[in-house]
């Protein structure tokens, strides 16, 4: 909140394409436009691919992961050299989501770059990552990055069910619900298996409305959700039964459902 000595006071830009908050963000006069700055370029936003967690780079640590995850050796690196028990939360973590699964390890080449090692416990020496499974690899990306030592102050991360096991989606979301006490986390997903992880609380419903702008609502607030779910029924079931109001794009072009006419029912 403004502090009562606070002024306002009406800039203008030069061009109506410059963004007021990066323009005026850098200048020590502007204090508060310059924290809200700040706040936005720390987002994390992410679209990790299991084919770019493969890939060998340059040796050396880094602390966060790119966001399309090509530097997941360096943060494993990094984690290894700075937060050693970090490290070993996500293996502990990970091991629990991948049967067998007993080291991660990264090797330094003569070339120097950087190679990221995957050890199974029957066997007696580790594969190479890309050889390595993609739901593996995508489980290894994401818990680096919900584990996150200093996380950024906000996390995006774009459909992650992409390449994982339908059956690690559910406790991927709770892996997410618990990270979100050290930051704010927004994921976006068309899976009903990530879905049935979440709470109504804390599910966003994304729909267009009849002018073309995309609106949201929440599960929560969805007549019958939460009485269905005091039932024993799972989230992403009801959104595939059809008992969200919007967001079907078989229904109503996907905004809210129109109800019946009185009197129209058939016996």
Same mark, same amino acid.
């Given at each position: ?12 830009? #030069? ?26 370029? =720390? !987002? ?11 890939? /060998?780079?340059?040796? =050396? ?8 995850? #090509? ?47 995957? &050890? ?35 996390? =995006? ?29 927004? /994921? ?15 599910? !966003? ?19 019958? /959700? ?9 989230? =992403?079931?009801? !959104? ?5 109001? /919007?967001? #079907? ?7 809210? &459902? &129109? ?9």
């Amino acid at each position: 909140m403004p502090d009562e000595e606070d002024q306002r006071i009406d800039e203008q830009l #030069d061009s109506p394409e410059m963004l007021a908050v990066n323009t005026l963000g850098q200048l020590a006069k502007n204090p508060r436009v310059s924290a809200l700055r700040r706040f936005i370029t =720390g !987002w994390y936003l992410s679209y990790l691919t299991a084919d770019n967690a493969r890939v /060998v780079p340059e040796a =050396g640590p880094q602390e966060r992961l790119s966001a399309s995850g #090509d530097n997941l050796p360096n943060v494993i690196q990094y984690l290894r050299e700075q937060h050693p028990k970090r490290l070993e939360e996500i293996l502990d973590a990970l091991s629990r989501r991948v049967p067998r699964l007993e080291k991660v390890d990264t090797e330094l080449l003569a070339d120097g770059r950087l190679l990221l090692q995957i &050890k199974d416990a029957p066997f007696e020496r580790p594969i190479l990552a890309k050889f390595a499974s993609d739901g593996t690899l995508k489980m290894l990306a994401y818990l680096t990055i919900l584990y996150d030592p200093e996380p950024p102050p906000l996390i =995006g991360i774009e459909e992650p069910e992409n390449q994982l096991h339908p059956r690690l989606l559910q406790e991927l979301a709770e892996e997410c619900r618990e990270a979100t006490a050290h930051t704010q986390l927004m /994921v976006t997903t068309h899976s009903p298996f990530f879905v049935n992880g979440l709470k109504p609380e804390e599910l !966003w419903v994304l729909f267009r409305d009849e002018k073309g702008y995309t609106q949201a609502r929440r599960a929560a607030d969805m007549r019958g /959700v939460k009485e269905f779910m005091a039932q024993g029924a799972l989230l =992403g079931q009801l !959104w595939m039964e059809g008992h969200f109001e /919007v967001g #079907d794009p078989l229904v109503a072009a996907g905004g809210p &459902k &129109k109800s019946r006419p009185a009197g129209n029912s058939k016996g």
